[in-house]
């Protein structure tokens, strides 16, 4: 099945420090997104990135894509409290453009 | 910002009941989409919902689920006869074009005593 699958479970760091997590899937993808999951809240979009892009910024995040090695990888610099949240990252399949479909998540935790 | 919208924020009821959903998507959307999440585990995909009728659902979502659109705002979710395993979180997303990122609600927390 199509799905992104994270990397690591859980992540505990330092205030100020970098958070990188990473996802692989499976199959062939248009484009992989991320999305940040506060406790208690829906998701929120944070970053897409295209099959034909190998890289992309926004503010503090950092997104890595390789279609050879079918992964990708969120670099989130100088993390603050409020980063803490689970990420997913989320591939809609080839087969369909009515779904996406999240991997297991990282649950970040900032510690002040 | 515009934003999706769910309502009630937490519904309790019993097994065997029916239960609807609510959601009031971005005002200039036209894919709509509900997914779950129970406790602990993924965000899976129900269903999604395009011009009018479904345009793609899930295994789980059977003949015991059903999505309108009544009116131009709402989008709802029926559960016809609840079970206790389909306590979970519920949420509403939409977008304006397929493949776009999705906006989602905060969700419905969904009890079944």
């Known amino acids: 099945s199509q799905q992104g699958e994270e990397d690591p479970q859980a992540l505990s760091i330092q205030e100020g420090e970098n958070a990188t997590m990473n996802c692989s899937y499976k199959?062939?993808?248009?484009?992989l997104q991320w999305y940040r999951q506060n406790s208690g809240r829906g998701l929120v979009h944070l970053i897409l990135i295209r099959s034909n892009e190998r890289e992309k910024h926004s503010g503090r995040l950092r997104v890595t894509l390789d279609t050879s090695k079918k992964s990708s990888s969120l670099l989130i610099t100088a993390s603050r409290a409020a980063d803490t949240a689970s990420y997913f990252c989320?591939?809609?399949?080839?087969?369909?453009?009515?779904?996406?479909?999240f991997g297991s998540g990282t649950r970040l935790s900032i510690r002040p | 910002e515009p934003e999706v919208t769910q309502t009630p924020s937490h519904q309790v009821t019993q097994m065997g009941q029916e239960v609807i959903l609510r959601c009031v998507p971005i005002?200039?959307?036209?894919?709509f989409y509900w997914y779950r999440q129970i406790l602990g585990q993924k965000v899976e995909f129900l269903v999604s919902f395009y011009n009018n009728e479904i345009s793609e659902k899930s295994e789980i979502f059977d003949d015991q689920f059903s999505v309108e659109r009544p009116d131009g705002s709402n989008f709802t979710l029926k559960i016809r006869s609840t079970k206790l395993e389909d306590s979970a979180m519920y949420f509403c997303?939409?977008?304006?074009?397929?493949?776009?990122?999705?906006?989602f609600g905060d969700g419905t927390r969904l009890s079944i005593l």
């Open positions: 989320a591939t809609p399949p080839y087969s369909s453009a009515s779904k996406i479909i």
């Open positions: 005002s200039n959307h036209l894919y």
């Open positions: 997303a939409s977008t304006d074009r397929s493949e776009q990122p999705q906006h």
């Open positions: 199959t062939s993808i248009n484009n």
